[in-house]
């Protein structure tokens, strides 16, 4: 799609009251306004509680429909609220994008005895000790579910590994012992092997397994009317499992189903390799840009902005990449934290959703802001203005102008169907000027900055030249006189 934009809507620490999915309906229509075409839900599966945002998985198959884990609802609502949610999302035109988790499964029914090795957590190919047995949280029967929609209940020889010694009450990495057991070999090789990320870690090479999740994915599509899923985890996730599931899905899904994936690695040579492998039928976050967004913010005008897509996805793979600012895994307070600094979020933001190549995604907690020990207001005015010029003005060919470390600037040239140009200019420095052009054609005429952040005016010459400028550690979009947002 030209210029789409992909909405993360949901952060970390939302309010556990079960109004998310009514909620977001009545934001939908701002959302349209800005040129969202895509939302990504958090995880509508039921986890191991409603205080969940719902990637502690328990039941593939229970969306808000069953007495389970203490309430019938999710943490977001019930699956006919999940439902109308979606409804209401196509009426609009816009595209619902799933978030899947297959890496492990949390929340089980009973304990279960079974023999172990327990192993290093730094080293995972590291045995730290003789076999043993251990009682652990491995057995889900689903008892309220009665079956309905599936029979499969899961036990310790469909898992590769789990967290907790119930028995000795013992935390660590417990290695299951059995006929073909063992760790995925086409995972991240950090840590070893990061095939074990937490809880009871599922064992994508069990041939039963494969077929419970291929059954329960083309369901889950069919039974929402899916548009697209994000995979969560996928450097703790088998690729040849992986490729299998992609494969079933593209076999049974609509043409234009839209398969995106968390490979959480800056480095642009594994990247390559992953999507490589395959086939470079997945999308994936650019993990790397986010990196250098994140170091920019820390170093000011220290940091190089002409190395700011250094080592980027958009860079090498521009058709692949989802450019984000922040997640809700980067954000204060979580696992990965790696937050773009408040002062900066408003250029990030230019930078992901104004440049030709990327496919961007704007994240719930920088446009609503977020809750939690560190809330944040967000800046959903400014990213309001960026976005609408993404949807308007934000067309045609790139001229790059990277000509100094503290200020860069960039022009789109527009296109028969959007003509307008569009002149970028960023500074983490002190107020900078860049001469840039936008064709003789617009000799003479006035340009302003539509972010307000620089009150001037740029009159181009008969080269068409202007001299475009900028506020210090700002950002501002250069546009012709007149234009409306």
């Known amino acids: 799609m030209v210029n789409g934009v992909m909405f993360q809507a949901f952060e970390w620490y ?23 075409t895509a939302l990504w839900l958090p995880p509508v599966t039921k986890a191991t509680g409603t205080n969940d945002p719902g990637y502690g998985i328990y039941d593939f198959w229970d969306l808000g429909e069953f007495d389970q884990k203490g309430s019938i609802r999710t943490k977001y ?100 012992v059995g006929e073909n057991k063992g760790w995925s070999l086409g995972v991240s090789s950090e840590k070893g092997n990061f095939d074990y990320l937490m809880f009871a870690n599922i ?26 899923i994000r995979f969560d985890a996928l450097k703790h996730i088998d690729k040849m499992f992986l490729k299998d599931i992609v494969n079933h899905i593209e076999e049974n899904s609509k043409e234009d189903f839209y398969l ?10 594994t990247n390559d390799s992953f999507l490589k492998d395959l086939d470079y039928d ?5 993990v790397g840009l986010h990196f250098n967004l994140h170091q920019a913010s820390i170093d000011g005008d220290a940091f190089d902005l002409r190395k700011i897509f250094n080592n980027s996805l958009v860079k090498m ?41 990327g496919y961007p995604c704007i994240f719930y907690g920088d446009y609503y802001g977020t809750l939690g020990e560190n809330p944040f207001p967000g800046i959903k005015d400014k990213i309001d203005a960026l976005a609408k010029i993404r949807m308007k003005f934000a067309y045609g060919d790139q001229d790059d102008y990277f ?10 040239h527009g296109t028969e169907e959007y003509p307008n140009k569009c002149a970028v200019v960023i500074s983490n420095g002190p107020m900078n000027t860049i001469s840039m052009s936008v064709g003789k054609d617009q000799a003479n005429k006035k340009y302003y900055d ?28 250069w546009l012709e006189d007149g234009i409306k947002l």
């Open 450 to 477: 539509y972010t307000g952040n620089n009150k001037g005016q740029v009159t181009i010459n008969e080269e068409g030249y202007g001299d475009f400028m900028v506020s210090p550690a700002s950002i501002s979009v």
């Open 317 to 357: 793979h521009p058709n692949l990449a989802v450019s984000f600012v922040d997640n809700h895994d980067s954000q204060k307070g979580q696992s990965l934290e790696s937050y773009v600094d408040e002062w900066f979020k408003e250029i990030a933001y230019g930078i992901i959703l104004l440049r030709k190549d």
């Open 203 to 228: 064992d994508h090479a069990n041939p039963e397994v494969v077929e419970e999740i291929k059954k329960w994915i083309t369901w889950l599509i069919e039974s929402l009317d899916l548009d697209g």
């Open 403 to 412: 000509q100094s470390e503290n200020c860069i600037g960039w022009i789109r």
């Open 77 to 176: 609502g019930t699956k006919d609220e999940l439902i109308e949610l979606i409804s209401e999302i196509h009426k609009r035109g816009m595209y619902i994008y799933a978030d899947v988790v297959l890496n492990h499964k949390a929340g089980a029914d009973y304990t279960e005895k079974f023999m172990v090795v327990k192993v290093d957590e730094d080293e995972r190919t590291k045995v730290i000790s003789d076999e043993y047995e251990i009682e652990g949280w491995t057995g889900f029967d689903f008892k309220n579910r009665k079956n309905k929609y599936s029979d499969f209940k899961w036990n310790y020889n469909l898992f590769t590994a789990t967290d907790y010694d119930n028995a000795n009450d013992q935390t660590g990495i417990f290695k299951i």
């Open 260 to 269: 995106l994936g968390e490979y959480w690695i800056n480095d642009p040579d």
């Open 282 to 286: 997945i999308d994936l976050f650019d």
């Open 14 to 36: 939302l309010e556990d009251d079960g109004n998310y999915y009514k909620n977001l309906i009545s934001k939908l229509d701002d959302l349209k306004s800005i040129g969202i």
